[in-house]
């Protein structure tokens, strides 16, 4: 190496040290007092090409550069890029200046070094923008941000399927938001690279920019992005940092409004393409460790982006450049809007309503800039716009939509994959457009199947908004308001251990709470064709069936010809964490299940699984027909949530997250005694509050808790009898730096009490 630098360069250089580099060797050469880097590539006429190019560049920017980027050093015989054998293979070989300075990634971040970065990018840019190369201008690659789409097959080497969830997720945003709008943008030659590691900083100030290898000719704006992503990716309050870049860079080289309105995006897109990169560079090339240097961070960075609402990162952008902040209408106006049309019996939640605009995974955005964490609705299943969700409805709805009375293979399909989850004695599924719909059909099939039609239902409980719905929901029947309880229903007390006359919940409050219903049973005036249930009463104030329950009140029902039917609408789909279906935990198997909301993850589909028993004798009468159910994007979409919750291990998620979240509000209970009872298990939990040392419901404090965490950006609910239990039922996405918020906000709110 030596002698073949002093052949090249006439410098014989007295030490050579390896440096860190991507997919190159660098070296840092000493003589005397003067220092270089040498740096070899493997050959290819593109990198031949490129390097040229880049060399062309940054003597270009020599004379208002000097001294604070790399310069060019020619050969003996006056060529700045060579090609020669290194290592035993031909190489192409330049030399650079080196330059003097710290990293940035080694200066403690102030604001005087930020602005200067910016000042520093801005300057640049106005040199670069003057520029024109064709070498670099037809360069398309991974690493520039408006080719995002060519990391796309890199996402399948991040090992966890939760993290590909969400880089494929900023991959959505930037193809819905970011691409439309790509024509609009100003371009230029950039650097493209202005990381930690390539900029140097002296006395707080930018004295230096090396690395060049990653020109592109892109949206200037991604000159920025680039720089922020790295400059911000450490930082608690990374809009902060963000700002005070992207207003000393304004100053000098002005930003373009809709620059501002993407750079939230070409952000995200920048930390993936730094976290797929270093994925890749993990299969192809595991001993450079460079390659991946900074991927903890960039993925640090990419979860904590996802919880900034993105219209609160634009509207500090816009603040930063004295622009006018977008404003949204005022909840007044538009509750007022609402009411013109939508009748009133559909409740807003919260004292303050929330407009939503958007939302992602565990967080909801509101018009106003401000990220909600979404503890509280059990819907968006596998999390809100979950891209392998919204991509399977997306694709199928371009390709074929129609009934069930022509064949095609979306419906077999969804039907045998949601199938194998059960018993094999239930291995019918009758696909509907909700989960009250289901309700509605399991209760026609009950009929059908026995001849009956008394019915018992549990005391709380809420099986859906159609009429036979109603008339087997306690909670509705029974409100005030309600239509009462009609005389072919029997109403059994609901088996809670809190409350109730039984409270251990060793089998023996169980057993007891199905001796007094089995006695309703048999004082009955005819036969039940069912008893219909939740394993975990929703509206009861989350309440679980004692211990035992089922297991002694399913064989009675079954002796008087009757059928049992699980309401696994909200339980279901591994929710629970122990168990996929509620009904596992009572040791039972019902005849028919209810299945409805996380099915589509937002998208309307219910279900009733039965056996092929009451399948073949309701097949007997008249047509049944769902335009809706069963329909090829809602298999489609409900495929994708199964795939979804096996691949992302949503299940054991909710174990693990929702045993430690349950364990918090345990801990919190021992500091406040209007804590009177925690139950439920994995991410279906209820926190009864009451009145101290007493089990009287206290509604005024649960309803003020439930106010005062909305207020502070966390969605809970109340439920129950008298609206005093908080229910957290959130996305399983939900993680447990989330729980842990949540019951250190609940623990300042009940301390302020």
């Known amino acids: 190496m030596k002698n073949l630098i002093r052949d090249l360069y006439g410098v014989l250089p007295s030490s050579i040290t390896r440096l860190d580099g991507y997919d190159n060797a660098n070296y840092l050469l000493k003589n005397g007092q003067d220092r270089f880097v040498f740096k070899t590539y493997p050959y290819s006429k593109e990198s031949y090409d490129l390097l040229n190019a880049e060399t062309e560049i940054l003597r270009s920017l020599q004379k208002s550069f000097k001294g604070k980027i790399p310069e060019p050093v020619a050969t003996n015989g006056g060529d700045f890029i060579t090609i020669q054998k290194t ?21 403690p971040a102030n604001e005087q070094v930020y602005a200067s970065l910016g000042r520093f990018l801005a300057q640049l840019d106005r040199e670069l923008s003057s520029l024109t190369n064709y070498v670099i201008q037809s360069r398309k690659w991974e690493w520039d941000i ?3 789409h060519l990391n796309r097959d890199f996402i399948d080497a991040i090992p966890s399927a939760k993290d590909r969830s969400l880089v494929r997720y900023f991959f959505m945003q930037f193809d819905e938001l970011v691409l439309p709008n790509l024509p609009n943008l100003r371009k230029s030659i950039i650097h493209n690279d202005a990381n930690e590691w390539n900029v140097l900083t002296a006395d707080n100030e930018i004295c230096g920019l090396i690395d060049f290898g990653d020109l592109a000719y892109t949206p200037l704006i991604n000159e920025l992005a680039v720089a922020i992503t790295y400059a911000i990716y450490d930082k608690d309050d990374p809009l902060h940092w963000a700002s005070i870049v992207l207003k000393a860079y304004h100053e000098i080289h002005p930003v373009e409004e809709i620059e501002v309105q993407l750079l939230y995006y070409l952000i995200a897109a920048r930390l993936c393409i730094s976290v797929c990169n270093s994925a890749q560079s993990r299969l ?18 990419l979860r904590n982006w996802l919880s900034i609402n993105p219209k ?5 952008f816009r603040k930063a450049l004295n622009l006018p902040e977008h404003k949204a209408p005022s909840i007044q106006n538009r509750i007022k809007k609402r009411d013109k049309q939508i009748s009133k019996a559909l409740s807003i939640s919260y004292n303050n309503p929330i407009y939503m605009e958007r939302a992602a995974f565990q967080y909801m955005y509101d018009a106003y800039g401000n990220a909600f964490l979404d503890a509280y609705n059990n819907i968006p299943h596998v999390g809100h716009s979950h891209p392998r969700v919204v991509e399977a409805g997306q694709k199928q709805m371009a390709r074929l939509n129609t009934n069930t009375r022509y064949l095609f293979d979306q419906l077999p399909d969804y039907a045998e994959k949601l199938l194998k989850r059960f018993p094999p004695s239930l291995n019918r599924v009758f696909f509907v457009n909700s989960g009250s719909a289901a309700s509605d059909l399991a209760i026609r099939l009950a009929k059908h199947h026995t001849g009956f039609d008394s019915f018992m239902v549990m005391e709380h409980g809420y099986h859906g908004n159609t009429e036979i719905g109603t008339d087997i929901s306690d909670y509705k029947f029974s409100d005030p308001k309600g239509q009462g309880q009609k005389s072919h229903i029997i109403k059994t007390a609901i088996p809670d251990t809190y409350h109730g006359l039984y409270n251990t919940d060793d089998g023996s409050a169980g057993a007891a709470y199905a001796a007094d219903a089995i006695r309703q049973i048999e004082d009955s005036a005819g036969q039940i064709a069912a008893f219909i249930s939740e394993p975990i009463v929703g509206c009861g104030g989350q309440v679980p069936l004692a211990k035992g329950y089922l297991e002694k009140i399913y064989p009675v029902i079954r002796e008087q010809k009757g059928i049992t039917i699980s309401d696994e609408v909200q339980t279901g789909f591994g929710r629970l964490g122990d168990h996929f279906w509620g009904y596992e935990a009572q040791g039972v198997i019902p005849d028919m299940v209810i299945l409805g909301k996380p099915m589509g993850n937002g998208h309307p589909i219910g279900a009733v699984v039965c056996t092929e028993e009451i ?6 009468g008249v047509e049944f027909f769902s335009s809706f159910g069963g329909n090829p994007v809602s298999c489609a979409i409900g495929l994708a949530v199964l795939e979804v919750i096996e691949e992302e291990e949503l299940q054991l998620h909710a174990k693990t997250v929702g045993d430690y979240y349950k364990s918090l509000f345990i801990e919190l209970q021992k500091d406040h005694s209007s804590i009177g009872d ?15 040392g007493s089990k009287d419901p206290d509604t005024k404090l649960g309803q ?3 106010n005062e965490l909305r207020e502070q950006f966390v969605l809970v609910s109340t439920d129950g009898p008298h609206d005093n239990v908080i229910k957290s039922k959130p996305p399983l996405i939900f993680n447990m730096a989330n729980a842990l918020e949540v019951v250190e906000k609940m623990d300042r709110i009940l301390r302020t009490v």
């Open 87 to 107: 290592d035993g293979r031909q190489s192409i070989c330049r030399m650079l200046t080196f330059l003097e300075g710290e990293f940035l990634g080694n200066t």
């Open 284 to 301: 192809t090339n595991p001993d450079n460790s460079y390659a991946y240097s900074s991927e903890k961070n960039a993925w640090s960075m």
């Open 678 to 692: 925690v139950r439920g298990s994995g991410l279906f939990l209820g926190v009864e509050i009451v009145k101290p």
């Open 146 to 148: 408006q080719y995002l």
């Open 704 to 706: 003020k808790i439930k």
């Open 615 to 620: 399948a073949d004798r309701f097949s007997r």
């Open 312 to 316: 609160n990162a634009e509207n500090r």
